[in-house]
């Protein structure tokens, strides 16, 4: 007997609160403590995004990806690095958790001890999404977009899915096809100017 899988595109379930309830930032940190199982954004519209959790494949290229930002990042020695469970409020107003993401540390000095504490008040200057296989790619097309209007300087978006790449960077989407996925990449070739 043959079993058929279909993959299914997931796109995040979408809490619509306002105007019934508006969440204070404090709140929504607690709200994000209290639920800590769960990976939870806030849009600068208000609505709360919930994510399922990813698969195992996906879950490794990102430790993966953690990991070469992370070594990068103690070689380099100009800014720290996040993972995907790190919070930052975008000057949006928007609550978001890229899959890793890394901050000049001139800017992350400047914040206070207590803005480090919890979801900082800034954006990363350069951020990663990884796409897994189940992922809608257009939300995740407009979340980098976000990322780039609100300061970010450099935006990775992989899609492992199609085995590409989208680049962010001044108000510019390029995809790119990925020859070789997280070994040596001999060479980029750019598919399409995106806008």
């Known amino acids: 007997m043959t079993e058929a899988t279909t993959q299914v595109e ?4 979408v809490l619509h609160l306002q105007p019934i309830i508006n969440l204070t930032d404090e709140q929504f940190f607690e709200f994000c403590q209290i639920n800590r199982d769960l990976r939870i954004e806030r849009m600068a519209t208000g609505e709360l995004l919930i994510m399922p959790p990813t698969g195992s494949n996906t879950g490794n290229r990102n430790a993966k990806l953690n990991q070469q930002l992370a070594n990068w990042t103690d070689a380099d020695g100009t800014g720290i690095e996040f993972d995907s469970s790190s919070g930052f409020t975008l000057p949006n107003g928007a609550k978001v958790s890229p899959d890793a993401a890394w901050v000049k540390l001139e800017r992350w000095n400047a914040l206070t001890p207590e803005q480090q504490k ?16 189940s992922d809608n790619l257009t939300p995740l097309k407009t979340k980098m977009q976000e990322y780039i209007d609100n300061g970010a300087l450099l935006g990775w978006l992989i899609d492992c899915k199609k085995r590409q790449v989208y680049i962010a960077i001044l108000n510019r989407l390029w995809q790119f096809s990925i020859l070789k996925y997280f070994g040596k990449i001999e060479y980029l070739t750019i598919s399409k100017k995106l806008k």
């Open 10 to 13: 997931n796109s995040p379930l």
């Open 118 to 133: 919890t979801f900082a008040p800034i954006c990363p200057d350069f951020v990663v999404e990884l796409r897994s296989a």
